[in-house]
């Protein structure tokens, strides 16, 4: 029985995981109306601020992984908002990793895989209750290939310009905002997989993804009350190939403001919706992720900074994957 | 520095001609490719490709004593190892002395052969006897890719430069050109061999007989009355024409030393590559064996021991009592058809036989040596044909810690193999400390099942397992990299994870490349 998506080891694994301590919290549901790093999550959604932000932070996955990111957005009045944002995502501890000698197997060198991407979005206020936004996007990777006559990892590295994000924001009503997000358009980085003696070339194309979105407010027990639903769903490979099985990922999380400064955030993340759902091997091998953060206002310091923590089981149970970020908004 | 140099500074340095060996204790790898030795002494030339870094490595390894508690204990093998990318071509000994040729891939017209003393544990480069205006000859093909010893002297088939000799105590070089009568001189007047179809191309030793190949003649030389004895293309059957001898031996545990050769024929009207043999009847070659095998050893009572490149994993027993006076076709009589790989098996590994050697002990009975692609195995009593029992072998191979505490992918990078027409793939390699049901998951970046290659199968601990004290199955806990659905996983970094039912679980990192 194979409970794995389609998804699991196409292109573009590490564009998949969410940007932000808050949106980790909450599931990593954050595309309809996202606060911070809003060009990874709805390009719509900086044309809707109302004030210039800025947001750094890191943030340390389990076995290993890492990342850090910082974003930065503005308005254009009257209609346009712009956004900026870069992300480095990657393994840089590929530290038990052994040569083909099976009987007698040496450790090789420490290694690293490292990602960048850059993301430039720009979003129109179409009216009050809609606006949009596109992005492009700077794909960037680097993984060990071979070794050389000297023992050193000879790296191999892609690139690619183009990739593209387009969503939408619209406000059903005061409670409750919709989004659209279609990622990873026409994304495409080109492998030379270098070594001594030959160069393949290999085309990788990272999955498009459709993701739709709500966000409702409300209060409880007279404090405010946000709960957000991401429903991302796969349907064709880099290739715009219909994946023999389409499937989605339910990610929902709620936050709320217990206290004047302190915001605490909780959710499911990464539900994993395909046609083995009403199956007793889907139920045996369920996962998701289990996430919790916190929120903490810290005007009294430095006035719009705000210090977003978020912490999430791995679907792994290999450990936990954290975020930790500062915004200052002005 | 590279992992060789820190070797050969910790454990000693070989210099020789401006060269670095590396000198170590312990078998270097498994895959042993030609096997050479005597009554009391083993050498053996092994090899390693690593796919990782694309280089090839070989060592020269090589032990005083073949009892059975000796040779198993790794310690007592010494180790000479040669620099990455020199493709060591064959192995003798003799006296104590090592000889190995390297192949000339390069380009070069003459080879670099290395000469490892067993007493010092030291090297010496042999350097060819030839004057200055026959290297500058560059169209002269003046290297030996084979070698043999023979009664104090290796012998090398130096293709244009004729036979040469080497008495390596004495240090003193000769050129011998088969059918001429003595050494030919050393000096100016040598141009070497200008027809093609009578260049030194192998050498074999039986018994104190030196068997010469060229082209259009096999030779027997006699070093004791420096004689040679030609038997040229000469078929003795009707359908067979011999077109070229690529490689002739001589059973020197027979009368009369039969001879046989690997050859070009045309059969009927095919052309192929066969095994024939000498009839002294007849006046002529004819055929024995309608296979091209790659090897042969001689045991007693006739009986000699065939493997093969096409069917790297099997041995054939065939059985030749008529001496060199007759010649009978043995290709649909063989004693055995599958005779040591089954006496070879370990756990899931049917290794690749790449060279055998019988010494013979009795009328009915040797030692007989096998080199595979997985260690050095040996059978101490052997009777040809009859003997049935497992091998002794003899390999090295690094313990896994129990309980999953190690736990890894080999190789950590999976990539393309240009050199091989499977897919490539990794192997899983765990130590339980329990039989236990194992599942084995691959996930990628964003920790997304990619794969199950294992659920809940049985695996035994270590030390209930044959597999060199591991627990994993080594044909079936591999992923070669594909997801679920069969489709290729995207290069990155993936991670897999080992789960049991008696609670030990593991997890490890693999870079896909390809």
């Given at each position: 029985m194979v409970t794995a998506g389609q998804v699991g080891g196409l292109s573009g694994a590490y564009l998949r995981p969410g940007v932000g301590a808050a949106a980790l919290g909450m599931g990593g549901a954050s595309s309809a109306s996202p606060e911070n790093f809003t060009a990874w999550w709805n390009p719509a959604a900086s044309a809707d601020t109302k004030e210039n932000k800025f947001a750094l932070g890191a943030g340390s996955r389990s076995l290993g992984r890492s990342d850090l990111y910082g974003e930065f957005d503005f308005k254009v009045p009257p209609r346009l908002g712009m956004g900026f944002l870069f992300l480095y995502r990657g393994d840089p501890f590929l530290d038990n990793l052994y040569n083909d000698d099976y009987d007698n197997p040496e450790k090789l060198p420490d290694a690293a895989y490292t990602t960048c991407t850059g993301k430039i979005s720009l979003s129109y206020y179409v009216s009050r209750k809609l606006s949009a936004g596109v992005n492009i996007g700077i794909n960037y990777q680097r993984l060990p290939s071979s070794i050389d006559d000297n023992g050193e990892w000879i790296y191999s590295s892609t690139a690619g310009i183009g990739a593209m994000d387009i969503g939408v924001s619209y406000?059903?009503?005061?409670n409750l905002t919709i989004g659209l997000v279609v990622r990873d358009l026409f994304s495409l980085m080109t492998w030379e997989l270098t070594d001594e003696t030959y160069s393949p070339t290999i085309e990788d194309r990272p999955l498009p993804s459709f993701t739709c979105a709500t966000s409702y407010t409300d209060s409880l027990m007279h404090k405010p009350l946000k709960w957000n639903t991401d429903l991302k769903g796969y349907l064709f490979d880099g290739e715009w190939e219909k994946l023999e099985r389409p499937e989605a990922y339910l990610s929902t999380g709620a936050e709320w403001q217990t206290w004047k400064t302190l915001y605490v955030r909780m959710g499911l993340g990464d539900i994993l919706l395909n046609g083995d759902m009403f199956t007793d091997e889907y139920s045996s091998d369920f996962f998701c992720k289990i996430t919790a953060g916190l929120s903490v206002d810290l005007s009294k310091i430095k006035k719009g900074m705000v210090a977003n923590y978020g912490v999430a089981t791995d679907k792994t149970w290999a450990g936990l994957d954290q975020q930790l970020d500062v915004t200052f908004s002005f | 520095m590279n992992k060789l140099s820190i070797v050969a500074l910790g454990l000693g340095i070989c210099l020789s001609g401006g060269s670095v060996y590396a000198q170590s204790s312990g078998f270097f790898s498994n895959e042993i490719q030609v096997l050479a030795g005597s009554n009391d002494t083993i050498s053996i030339l092994t090899g390693k490709y690593g796919s990782i870094s694309n280089e090839v490595t070989f060592a020269v390894s090589y032990i005083p004593n073949i009892d059975s508690a000796y040779i198993a204990n790794d310690k007592n093998w010494k180790t000479i190892t040669f620099q990455k990318n020199q493709y060591a071509s064959d192995l003798a000994y003799g006296g104590g002395v090592s000889v190995v040729p390297f192949d000339t891939a390069g380009g070069l017209h003459e080879n670099k052969v290395i000469a490892i003393d067993h007493k010092t544990n030291t090297t010496k480069a042999f350097t060819y006897p030839w004057t200055n205006s026959l290297r500058a000859d560059?169209?002269?093909?003046?290297?030996?890719l084979n070698v043999a010893y023979c009664k104090g002297s290796f012998y090398f088939a130096a293709n244009d430069g004729g036979l040469v000799r080497w008495q390596n105590v004495s240090d003193v070089k000769s050129i011998l050109l088969p059918g001429t009568s003595g050494a030919v001189a050393a000096d100016t007047s040598f141009k070497g061999i200008s027809d093609e179809t009578k260049r030194v191309i192998g050498v074999e030793v039986s018994k104190d007989v030196v068997i010469v190949t060229t082209p259009s003649s096999t030779w027997k030389y006699t070093p004791a009355d420096s004689s040679w004895t030609e038997y040229p293309?000469?078929?003795?059957?009707?359908?067979l024409t011999v077109t070229e001898f690529e490689c002739s031996f001589a059973d020197g545990n027979s009368a009369g030393l039969p001879l046989y050769s690997i050859a070009k024929v045309k059969l009927g009207s095919a052309d192929t590559t066969v095994c024939i043999k000498y009839s002294k009847k007849d006046n002529g070659w004819k055929l024995l064996l309608n296979s091209e095998i790659s090897g042969v050893s001689f045991a007693v009572q006739g009986y000699f021991y065939t493997f093969y490149n096409h069917d790297s994993t099997n041995c054939k027993v065939y059985r030749d009592?008529?001496?060199?006076?007759a010649v009978e076709n043995l290709s649909s009589r063989q004693i055995e058809s599958y005779y040591l790989p089954d006496r070879l098996v370990r756990g899931t590994d049917i290794p690749e036989i790449n060279d055998i050697q019988f010494i013979p002990q009795s009328d009915s009975s040797g030692i007989l040596w096998v080199a595979t692609s997985n260690g050095l195995y040996l059978s101490r009593n052997e009777k040809p044909g009859t003997s049935s029992d497992s091998l002794l072998c003899i390999k090295k191979v690094s313990t896994v810690k129990k309980g999953l505490k190690e736990a890894f992918a080999c190789p950590g990078i999976l990539k393309y193999d240009p050199y091989s027409d499977q897919e490539s793939f990794i192997w899983f390699v765990y130590n339980l400390s329990k039989d236990a049901k194992v599942t084995i998951r691959i996930y990628d970046f964003n920790m997304?099942?990619?794969?199950?290659?294992?659920?809940?199968e049985s695996r035994k601990s270590g030390d209930n397992?044959?597999?060199?004290?591991?627990?994993?199955?080594?044909?079936?806990?591999?992923?070669?990299?594909?997801?679920?659905?069969g489709r290729r996983c995207a290069p990155g970094v993936y991670y897999f994870k080992i789960t049991t039912d008696i609670g030990e679980h593991a997890f490890g990192k693999i870079v896909v490349a390809k």
């Open positions: 406000k059903w009503n005061d | 560059t169209l002269k093909q003046l290297f030996a293309k000469t078929s003795a059957d009707a359908d009592t008529l001496g060199d006076s997304d099942c990619v794969k199950t290659v294992i659920e809940k397992n044959s597999e060199n004290g591991r627990s994993n199955n080594k044909i079936k806990d591999v992923w070669d990299g594909t997801t679920s659905t």
